[in-house]
């Protein structure tokens, strides 16, 4: 027996595969223009919503649907330098247990709650992946699927999701020991905090959350707590509508748990395809969303009532969610459904965090079971009154509003010593702008190579020159785009390095012709020239100049080859992809055929491999390719291009390994 809560370092070995560097290529394609890689669907596009329900819609969800979208991923750059070999690996975990429960969080990966074990059952309530297997479905790129999640930024899996984030024990509400993580985001320069405590003699973790905006504007604000459970589960919420959104994106409200045609949505297994359910909460309903087994027995989330959404996505059991759910783990796992909980009522609006404001709640998981003939009766109504009846014994209403109280009195205490190191980019703020932000410290000793340079800009007002010792071919560091960093730019001296940057900042906020005449002024007198020729070429490519662009293009990767290796790779495959779409095959050619023998092995590189034959005039060895079989280790989700440069080489059906369409026929 455990007796009290413990919280402790610990170390679980799973396969994995190495996450590789991230992409050193500044993330300019706006989101909307379809980008350059493999596939993939938008986050950034606006949802379609049916004239028959925009009437019905809430007064603060019609105002804040499609509010405040992305124009790029900027400052954060992608992650897609995973492949797909996977070897044992060590990956650094903090276990919380008491005699109930034992939860295990991966701070080195976006502190994912990775296991909930129910110890008396011997249970474990969520669907834990047994493998860690990136694939590109965080808005930055690589993500895995499995366990609790903590989704901030804008719409999709945030971009944190395979970062490391800042730990520490704090004390806990009711004297024991808690589980504090805290990290920076970036897309919103949002700080945050996720505190993590299992009383003594509870089965139910209690997780309180807060996301401030210390700055002198308001923000827009996104948060939705994933949970991966086993998709042989019925789950329930409070409600007898939903709004649904698929891959047609149209938000359309429509009955629970039935659908028109009679299938009953509340069991994952029932559905053909992929698709998003937010349940249509009443007002003062009690916030909950349960996923249940055959016998009555399974997860219950619940919270405070400020966490108003409710969800259910599922893969469907059609041919692209089946293949989606075999490549996110190893052969013979169980598939998984999610049920998240949000901010907003849908994931298609970003709320309004006002200036110098914050936004809490309090969240809880744990076990419930309730009578199975009930669970699984034909009477929504009554199974749904059933759960929350067995909610209401396990753990009251009151309990959890109390148990918010108790927690907001220790939300600004200060942590011990760190368990795990976050980034340093919330210490380069707080550096910047003299935040002051209790119980979340930001401590200059966080400060790394990638903030250095910009403590620099602060201390002096002018960006570091590199030397002439500087490595050829390597790319710039990341840019911090706010305002604040946009104006000491300006003034900054007008050195081709400072250019770069500006102009990325200026990008970032939509200023794209005047980012275009900062690069075009730092490309006269540069040493360097590839990064501004990167930067002058996506421009182009956005604003449809489609043979300037494949030019540009072209003069970058020829200035950057023979420098940095993962530089080369990155920006030959844009190069590539470009060209071939410039209708300019030879050129192509001799791009690809320049880069290394082990990155044109690679599934990627493979596919333009394929497209290149196929431009060429030779589609039996594009279909050969195919044959031979090849994976795109940072697939998108939803790709399609698979299928479609499939479509051009034969009229067969798409092999099983290729199919990853999400969206009905």
Not at 151 to 168: F, Q, W, Y
Not at 414 to 435: M, N, Q
Not at 552 to 569: K, L, M, N, S
Not at 596 to 611: D, Q, S
Request: net charge negative; proline share 8%.
């Amino acid at each position: 027996m455990v007796g009290m809560t413990t919280v402790r370092r610990a170390v679980l070995t799973l396969p994995a595969a190495p996450l590789g560097p991230d992409n050193p290529l500044p993330a300019l394609h706006l989101l909307g223009g379809g980008g350059v890689g493999v596939g993939g669907t938008d986050g950034a596009a606006a949802p379609l919503v049916d004239e028959r329900d925009r009437a019905g819609l809430p007064r603060d969800m019609a105002r804040q649907l499609g509010h405040a979208p992305l124009r790029t991923l900027l400052p954060t750059r992608m992650r897609d330098g995973y492949g797909r070999e996977r070897t044992p690996t060590a990956v650094d975990t903090i276990e919380i247990e008491n005699d109930h429960l034992k939860v295990t969080v991966l701070p080195g990966l976006g502190g994912r709650i990775h296991s909930l074990l129910h110890k008396p059952a011997g249970r474990e309530l969520l669907y834990r992946n047994p493998v860690l297997q990136p694939a590109a479905f965080a808005l930055n790129g690589a993500w895995f699927s499995g366990g609790i999640e903590w989704n901030i930024g804008a719409r999709g899996h945030t971009t944190l999701s395979c970062a490391p984030l800042h730990a520490a024990v704090v004390p806990a509400p009711d004297g024991g020991e808690m589980l504090r993580l805290w990290e920076w985001e970036r897309l919103r320069d949002l700080p945050f905090q996720v505190d993590l405590w299992l009383p003594e003699d509870s089965a139910h973790l209690r997780v309180g959350i807060r996301v401030r905006n210390p700055h002198e504007r308001a923000v827009p604000c996104y948060w939705w707590s994933n949970t991966a459970v086993p998709e042989d589960r019925r789950i329930l919420a409070p409600a007898d509508t939903a709004w649904h959104f698929g891959y047609t994106r149209a938000l359309r409200r429509v009955p629970v748990p039935r659908s028109e045609d009679g299938t009953d949505r509340t069991y994952p297994l029932e559905s053909a395809h992929a698709g998003d359910w937010f349940y249509a909460l009443p007002d003062g309903q009690r916030r909950w969303v349960a996923a249940l087994d055959e016998h009555g027995e399974g997860l219950v989330q619940t919270s405070t009532d400020g966490l108003l959404g409710r969800k259910l996505f599922v893969w469907g059991t059609g041919r692209g969610g089946r293949r989606w759910q075999e490549w996110l783990t190893e052969p013979g796992t169980p598939g998984y459904a999610e049920i998240q909980a949000g901010l907003a009522r849908t994931q298609l609006e970003h709320p309004v965090l006002e200036a110098g404001e914050e936004v809490s709640w309090l969240e809880v998981y744990g076990p419930l079971g309730a009578d199975p003939a009930v669970v699984h009766g034909a009477d929504w109504a009554a199974a749904r009154a059933g759960v929350e009846t067995a909610l209401a014994e396990a753990l009251p209403r009151a309990e959890v509003d109390a148990a918010y109280e108790r927690w907001r009195t220790v939300a600004d205490t200060e942590p011990g010593p760190l368990l795990a190191l976050g980034s340093g980019w919330g210490a380069l703020e707080v550096l910047r702008a003299g935040h002051v932000l209790p119980g979340t410290p930001f401590d200059p000793a966080l400060l790394g190579d990638e903030q250095r340079p910009w403590v620099e800009l602060l201390r002096t007002g002018a960006l570091p020159v590199p030397g002439p010792d500087a490595e050829p071919g390597a790319a710039p560091g990341p840019t911090p785009v706010s305002a604040a960093w946009r104006d000491m730019l300006e003034t900054a001296p007008a050195e081709p390095v400072t250019e770069y940057h500006l102009g990325v900042a200026q990008w970032a906020a939509g200023d794209l012709a005047q980012a275009v005449r900062s690069w075009e002024r730092g490309l006269k007198n540069a040493a360097e020239r590839w990064p501004l020729l990167y930067c002058l070429a996506v421009a182009d490519r956005e604003e449809g100049h489609r043979e300037r662009a494949a030019d540009r293009y072209a003069e970058a990767f020829e200035a950057q080859y023979g420098g940095d290796p993962v530089v080369t790779a990155a920006l030959g495959r844009e190069t590539v992809t470009v060209l071939l779409g410039a209708n300019r095959p030879a050129e192509a050619r001799a791009v690809l055929s320049r880069l290394p023998e082990g990155v044109r092995a690679r599934g990627a590189f493979r596919y333009l491999e394929a497209r290149l034959l196929l431009a060429e005039g030779r589609p039996d060895a594009a279909r050969a390719v195919f044959d031979e079989g090849f994976e795109v280790a940072d697939l998108r989700e939803g790709a399609e291009e698979l299928g479609e440069l499939w479509s051009r080489l034969t009229d067969e059906p798409l092999p099983d390994a290729y199919e990853f369409r999400m969206r009905p026929s």
